[in-house]
């Protein structure tokens, strides 16, 4: 994001169409603005999934990345080899380069939308996560919210001190 950083939030129910299309909420827009309709579909937890800004998203992987490259590099990681091939393949299949269309509009991908678990038809939660938007099984979502909401103010406590 530019300029000074908001917070993207709400909470909206959306309808996956037949070609797993979906619309995010016109209310994202003046907080989610991806250069040129740029962004990456990251795989979270079973029935989540993230969307990121591009620009966003490199930063941080490229910098956490970089960090297991710079230990490989240097010999720390030579007796890992088998976690080296777990982060491999879980790297390989967590995230992909998606272009929004218009009106905001993006299709999720193919091995995406199965990791979400959904069908065309169905409904999801779409989310803003502060820094980026979720798109939640409804299911999955509902227990998420059932689970964490009660510990919202030790969490808002904690981010604040």
Known sequence: MTGTKKF?????SRTVDDRYRLTLPG????????????CVIVKESPGC???WEENAWKQNHEARVGLVLQRLQLGDLNRQ????????????ARF????LAGRSRLVLPEGFREFLGI????????????VCIEIWHTKKWIEY??????QFGTVLEGLSH
């Open 8 to 12: 993207i939030t709400g909470e909206f």
């Open 145 to 150: 919210v059932e689970g964490e909401m009660p």
């Open 96 to 99: 992909r380069e998606i272009q």
């Open 81 to 92: 080899t088998t976690e080296l091939q777990r982060f491999g393949r879980l790297l390989s």
């Open 119 to 130: 069908e065309p038809g169905q409904d999801v939660m779409v989310i803003g996560a502060a």
């Open 49 to 51: 999934l993230s969307l």
């Open 27 to 38: 209310e994202f827009e003046d907080v989610f603005k991806p250069e040129s309709g740029k």
